[in-house]
T-cell receptor, first 111, second 114 residues
């Protein structure tokens, strides 16, 4: 059972468009991470957010952690074909070391 | 290499056979995790080691699944009497062990049960 629901499940857009991916839960997470995974490879960490309300920017990617630490969003500005992949949010609960992953959002960016 | 290494990359087995999947973590990483990922889904936690101690095995789906890390480095995930629903990608990750440390993932073993 996955506690983190992501939306949309699939997203196909053209290069240059903006998009937002949402990650929602009824549980509180002490920290939340976003990963990107390409076919045949393991997930690669993009960012970790710890504080409720925190916003982090990495070039064209903006990550936000909800005030109540139950939700997060990833916004990509001017998408590029290289952004194509499976985007996963994942959270730590309490002091547990294990990650609970979201259901995933598959993004395809075309020319 | 410097990353997490998993072998084999692909494994095909007949239903009822036993399989063993290997994970070589990054040198010096204290924590090691196993995840199961179904096609198009996010990974699901199986088990976690800190050094050689298995601290959490709450995600193992049945007693057919067994993991070990006898010397606190290499880990093996064993599945006995495989069934078709065991078909998935099995991912291994390692980290330094402190709270919220990034987990570094291997490229996984794709297991197909016929």
């Amino acid at each position: 059972t996955q506690l983190l629901e992501q939306s949309p499940q699939f997203l196909s857009i053209q290069e240059g468009e903006n998009l937002t991916v949402y990650c929602n839960s009824s549980s509180v997470f002490s920290s939340l991470q976003w990963y990107r995974q390409e076919p045949g490879e393991g997930p690669v960490l993009l960012v970790t957010v710890v504080t409720g309300g925190e916003v982090k920017k990495l070039k064209r990617l903006t990550f936000q952690f909800g005030d109540a630490r139950k939700d997060s969003s990833l916004h990509i500005t001017a998408a590029q074909t290289g952004d194509t992949g499976l985007y996963l949010c994942a959270g730590f609960t309490g002091t547990a070391s294990k990650l609970t992953f979201g259901t995933g959002t598959r993004l395809q960016v075309t020319l | 290499g410097a990353g997490v290494s998993q072998s084999p990359r692909y494994k095909v087995a007949k239903r009822g056979q036993d399989v063993a999947l290997r994970c070589d973590p990054i040198s010096g990483h204290v924590s090691l995790f196993w995840y199961q990922q179904a096609l198009g889904q996010g990974p699901e936690f199986l088990t976690y080691f800190q050094n050689e101690a298995q601290l959490d095995k709450s995600g193992l789906p049945s007693d057919r699944f067994f993991a070990e890390r006898p010397e606190g480095s290499v880990s093996t995930l064993k599945i006995q009497r495989t069934q078709q629903e065991d078909s998935a990608v099995y991912l291994c990750a390692s980290s330094l062990g402190q709270v919220y440390q990034p987990q570094h993932f291997g490229d996984g073993t794709r297991l197909s049960i016929l």
